[in-house]
């Protein structure tokens, strides 16, 4: 079975929630990432998303952009984070989603490139760029090496399309909440609660909720509703920003992990 | 340079793309899932658009007492004479209204914008050329503009900068990556992702997520069209060549698209080709690169292995873009249009010839174009005849060749 089916099969039968953060790898420097990784589970996460830095990445908002570009000058090649992650993989439990762009992926050859993620230790894949209608290669690539495909949903999705994404993907259905979400407390975007149970009737598939969750309160709103809350920007400013001032970003992933795990708990049983 | 490819089995290539976006294998739609709807109404809009003769009229008319149309083809007889072989015809876009065909495009896009419902547009721009063209769809029609615009290409081409700015458009500079095109092209998708509601973004060429390739070529035909007919009238037949600059390739598939069925009308793409054919030192995707994803389609690109975009160089601000349109992919691959590239220095060369010797002052992309011709004319009998799409006017270029010339 695969890690991350695995993973929230087990959060379901104890009624508990996923934190999902996200990072650049190679921001910092892969030898930062490397430390990183293992601090977000020590912080509580259950499921790492890994952001595979592009030139040109028009799915990411200037946090993540600027992320990328910083990793890219440090010298970050797509070997060298393969290498990371099969280094680390032995040590920890948690599930590694690779999110890149199909540009990298379709250069590399998407047979290639699934098959080497696999190998790296990699248990899922998100590919931003890829929308469903030219997705059925990469399902049937993801599916044959055993890795997840989560596809995106977003709020102007129409509800059957929304549907038929939620059907097709494997290991969790990542929803993109509203844009605006940061900075407003612990208040829901308007329709998100509705958007989640059209999935919800769709599939079983655990449903994990991204863009603009970073806070504990956030975390709190979005597991009361969705499986698992993914913790992008917020995550990848706070390592930077620790950097700068002379800070250790690996002891701020796992500080700012543990922060955002607190809003996991009391959201047991909900939803 | 041209490695053709796999003859299609399509029997008619003007009859693509196909309802998925595709062009061969190449074309489609890698966008994020945000911008799925925005480019579906897109698509529904213009294909209402298209059956309704009441939008046809009014693009019709716009296009000749607004921009000016038809442009004339001109017969450049010192030119001519100059390099000897084959006549050389001058497709005049740089007469347009702005200077150049962008504007074509931008008028046909802006009058989607109303149709949609929607009161902002925005666009990317390289040289500048299709920023003024949608600044002034934009003032035409009161539509409130955004234009993005690398902080390189502000440097470049001050004097279009002013221009949308008195035409009341925000110009956005744009401080990523290589500050050029490409990362132009990155903000307005980005800015698009959070404003689709009331926003449309005019894509300036045939690049980007189907059906953006479609929809600007079908603009930007209204070139091939007139040419076609012009050359009937004034030559009595087709001419033996077209001869086009390619960046993301908006002019050329203009004038190329009317005479892809007529097979012996040969046509000539001209990519950037730069200081030299070294990865960074040009922007020839066609020529030096492979098959890859871009700004939503797939089609030929520079990318170094891991598929990082490569950093390109071109003196000509509108063709320094590591992409091209689908379509050229296409037709390079079919063998239908041959394309190749002119350096900095040919394309120098060629400004200056067609300054001198027919007081026309081409753009430093029409430049690339026109270096081809002079290359081309002299191996040509002096019977056969050879159409350049001067695509637009040098006058926004005049400070940097001044600079490049050391006449400064």
Known sequence: MNRIDELFSDLRGRDAKALMPFVTAGDGGLDTTARVIPALERGGASVCEIGIPFSDPIADGPVIQASMTRALDAGTRLSGIFETIAALRPNTRLGLVAMVSYSIVYRNGLDAFVRDAGQAGFDGLIFPDLPIDEAQPARDAAGEAGLTLSMLVSPSTPADRARRIAQACTGFVYVVSRGGITGEGSTLPAGLPERLQTLRDATDTPLAVGFGVSSPEHVRSVVSVADAAIVGSAMVRRLHDAAEQGGDPADEAERFTRALASGLIGSVGVG | ?408
């Open chain 2, 1 to 408: 340079m041209t490695t053709p490819g796999t003859p299609t089995a399509t029997p008619n290539p003007a009859a693509l793309p196909d309802a998925l976006g595709r062009f061969g294998a190449f074309g489609g739609s890698y966008i994020p899932e945000t911008l799925h709807h925005a480019v579906e109404q897109l698509a529904s809009a213009y294909a209402d658009a298209k059956q309704d003769p009441a939008f046809q009229n009014e693009l019709d008319g716009l296009l000749k007492n607004y921009v000016g149309r038809a442009t004339p083809l001109y017969f450049a007889e010192n030119l001519t004479k100059h390099v000897g072989g084959a006549q050389i015809y001058l497709k005049r876009e740089d007469l347009a209204h702005t200077g150049a065909h962008k504007i074509n495009n931008s008028l046909g896009q802006a009058l989607l914008t109303l149709r949609m419902g929607k009161t902002r547009v925005i666009a990317e721009t390289g040289a500048g050329q299709h920023g003024v063209a949608t600044a002034t769809a934009a003032a035409r029609f009161g539509l409130k503009c955004d234009v993005f615009m690398g902080t390189e290409d502000m440097r470049r081409q001050q004097p279009n900068v002013t221009r949308m700015k008195l035409m009341g458009a925000n110009v956005v500079p744009v401080t990523s990556g290589s500050c050029t095109l490409k990362d132009a092209t990155n903000a307005a998708m980005r800015d698009w992702m959070g404003s689709s509601e009331d926003t449309h973004y005019i894509i300036g060429s045939v690049v980007g997520p189907h059906p953006f390739p479609m929809i600007v070529r079908d603009f930007q035909s209204v070139i091939g069209r007139e040419c076609r007919a012009q050359c009937l009238d004034q030559l009595g037949q087709l001419p033996d060549h077209i001869i086009a600059c390619v960046g993301g390739g908006s002019n050329a598939a203009g004038i190329f698209y009317p005479f892809v069925n007529d097979v012996d009308v040969k046509l000539v793409g001209v990519e950037a080709g730069g200081r030299s054919t070294a990865l960074g030192d040009h922007a020839a995707p066609l020529s030096l690169g492979s098959p890859g994803v871009l700004h939503g389609s797939l089609s030929y690109v520079l990318q170094d292995p891991d598929g990082q975009t490569a950093t390109v160089h071109s003196i000509s601000a509108g063709l320094d873009y590591p992409g091209v349109g689908p379509e050229h992919s296409y037709w390079h691959d079919s063998g239908r249009v041959h394309y190749t590239a002119a350096t900095d220095a040919q394309a120098l060369d060629a400004f200056q010839q067609l300054t001198r010797l027919e007081g026309i002052l081409p753009a430093i992309e029409s430049s690339h174009a026109l270096a081809q011709a002079l290359q081309l004319a002299p191996t040509m009998p002096p019977d056969q005849t050879l159409v350049v799409n001067l695509s637009g006017r040098g006058d926004k270029d005049l400070d940097e060749v001044v600079r490049l010339l050391g006449m400064g």
